[in-house]
C-alpha cells in the first residue's frame, strides 16, 4: 500500500501476525503547519497475510485515567500485538473494552474512533 498521513497519527502498522506492531512514521508535517503540501504518498509498505493497519484518532491515544495517565501508544500496540488470529471486530472490541477500563467510567474528552484493516 501507498499511504499519506495528514498529521492526525500515529498511524500503526503490523506486516504480519508474527511480528510487532509499529508506528509508520509521517512523510510529512501535520496539514496546515507548511505552506507547500507535498504531493508524494509515503509508501510502500507490504504487508502478508494477516497484517493490520490501525488507525484510531487521537481520543484513542489521549483517554485518561483518574490519575490524569493517558492510554498512550503503547497500551494500542499491546493490544495489537496480542491480536495473531482475532478477526477485526472482536479486536476493535478488546481494544475499546480496554480504553473504558482504562478511563473507569469517565466520559470520555475527546472522539473515540478506531479504523482496522487486516490483509486476508
Known amino acids: 500500500m501507498n499511504w499519506f498521513s ?3 497519527g500515529p498511524v500503526l502498522v503490523k506486516l504480519d501476525p508474527d511480528r510487532t506492531t509499529h508506528e509508520l512514521e509521517p512523510p510529512a508535517p501535520p496539514l496546515g503547519v507548511i505552506p507547500e503540501w507535498p504531493q508524494e504518498a509515503y509508501g510502500p509498505c507490504q504487508s502478508e497475510p494477516g497484517g493490520l493497519l490501525a488507525i484510531c ?3 484513542i491515544f489521549e483517554a485518561f485515567n ?6 498512550d ?3 494500542v500496540t499491546a493490544v495489537l500485538d496480542d491480536s495473531r488470529g482475532q478477526v477485526v471486530w472482536d479486536l476493535i472490541s478488546e481494544l475499546t473494552r480496554r480504553v473504558d477500563e482504562w478511563q473507569q467510567g469517565r466520559e470520555a474528552s475527546d472522539d473515540q474512533t478506531i479504523v482496522l484493516i487486516k490483509r486476508r
Request: aromatic share 6%.
Open 73 to 75: 501508544v503503547g497500551r
Open 57 to 59: 484518532s487521537d481520543g
Open 6 to 8: 495528514a498529521g492526525h
Open 66 to 71: 483518574p490519575d490524569r495517565e493517558q492510554f
